[in-house]
Each structure stands twice: as structure tokens, then as C-alpha cells.
């Protein structure tokens, strides 16, 4: 089987690849270009651990061919810290411990840097509903939501 060429850009990157007719986005992204943060939950489209922008929209790299990628953009979550520094969602999720195994957590982050992206004063209702594809079985989503919401807050300077 002939393997395709892929052109992209990940994380800002151009980056090349070669992969098979059935590779998945996040197949290649963690087995070929060891950008190892996007998890495998469930395979299926389901859980949301495996979320990334494609384009600028959230989408499930599992369900995705990494064929797909070509001529496009792809951010992950190893795309959100610049350099050193975390991105504020990532320090609040660390230091507000609202994450517990961390399968969920980059897909979590990906959306809720997203939503913020979209909308920097969202209510609790709204990042619950943005944030509804990506399931969690370890933390009961409380400390998940206030940390969205507390993240927004700092990052439009308010109290």
C-alpha cells in the first residue's frame, strides 16, 4: 500500500508526514510526530480526550484521517503554551487542581482555550455546553467549570 505525503501546519509548524489511507489524525499526531498530548478515550468521536482545532474548529482527531490534514491547520494542546510559559487555563487547571487523571484534560483544554477564544465572558451554562463533548469520569466537571469561568474573569482583568 502507497503511503500519502501530508503538508500541514501543527502548532504554527509546517510539518510533513507520510501515512496510510486509515491513519487517523491522532494516530499520526502521537505515533509519528510524538506530540503525545491528545489521548485516546474511547475511539469513537465520544469522549473528547483526543479534541484539536482543525481550521480553527474543535474536532475529534480520532475520527479524523490524518490524509485529512493536508494544506491545513492543526493545533493541539502542546500548541497552547507559549514557550515556558502555560496558558492561563493550563496554570489554573494545575494550581485550582481541577483535573485528577488527565486522560480528559487536554481535549478539556483545547475546547475551554476555544470558547474563550470565541467568547471571553462566557456564563456557566455556556461553558458547560461548549464544553459538553469532552466527558470526564474522575472529577464531577465543578472544578473544571469554576476554573473556566475563574480563568476568564483573570484573563479580561476582572477580579
Same mark, same amino acid.
Given at each position: 500500500?502507497?503511503?500519502?505525503? /501530508?503538508?500541514?501546519?501543527? $502548532?504554527?509548524?509546517? /510539518?510533513? #508526514?507520510?501515512?496510510?489511507?486509515?491513519?487517523?489524525?491522532? =494516530?499520526?499526531?502521537?505515533?509519528?510526530? =510524538?506530540?503525545?498530548?491528545?489521548?485516546?478515550?474511547?475511539?469513537?468521536?465520544?469522549?473528547?480526550?483526543?479534541?484539536?482545532?482543525?481550521?480553527? @474548529?474543535?474536532?475529534?482527531?480520532?475520527?479524523?484521517?490524518?490524509?485529512?490534514?493536508?494544506?491545513?491547520?492543526?493545533?493541539?494542546?502542546?500548541?497552547?503554551?507559549?514557550?515556558?510559559?502555560?496558558?492561563?487555563?493550563?496554570? $489554573?487547571?494545575?494550581?485550582?487542581?481541577?483535573?485528577?487523571?488527565?486522560?480528559?484534560?487536554?481535549?478539556?483544554?483545547?475546547?475551554?482555550? =476555544?470558547?474563550?477564544? @470565541? $467568547?471571553? =465572558?462566557?456564563?456557566?451554562?455556556?461553558?458547560? #455546553?461548549?464544553?459538553?463533548? $469532552?466527558?470526564?469520569?474522575?472529577?464531577? #466537571?465543578?472544578?473544571?467549570?469554576?476554573?473556566?469561568?475563574?480563568?476568564?474573569?483573570?484573563?479580561?482583568?476582572?477580579?
Amino acid at each position: 500500500m502507497s503511503r500519502i505525503h /501530508v503538508s500541514t501546519t501543527i $502548532n504554527g509548524d509546517d /510539518v510533513d #508526514y507520510l501515512c496510510e489511507a486509515g491513519d487517523t489524525l491522532l =494516530d499520526v499526531l502521537r505515533d509519528q510526530l =510524538d506530540l503525545t498530548g491528545s489521548k485516546e478515550g474511547c475511539a469513537s468521536g465520544d469522549c473528547g480526550a483526543c479534541t484539536v482545532r482543525l481550521d480553527g @474548529r474543535l474536532v475529534c482527531a480520532c475520527l479524523v484521517l490524518g490524509a485529512e490534514a493536508e494544506g491545513r491547520s492543526v493545533e493541539t494542546i502542546e500548541g497552547m503554551a507559549e514557550g515556558e510559559e502555560l496558558h492561563p487555563l493550563q496554570r $489554573n487547571f494545575i494550581n485550582k487542581a481541577a483535573l485528577q487523571c488527565g486522560i480528559c484534560t487536554p481535549g478539556i483544554l483545547v475546547a475551554a482555550k =476555544d470558547l474563550l477564544e @470565541r $467568547n471571553p =465572558d462566557p456564563t456557566e451554562e455556556e461553558v458547560r #455546553y461548549w464544553l459538553a463533548g $469532552n466527558l470526564c469520569r474522575c472529577t464531577g #466537571y465543578d472544578k473544571i467549570i469554576r476554573t473556566v469561568l475563574e480563568t476568564a474573569a483573570e484573563m479580561r482583568g476582572a477580579a
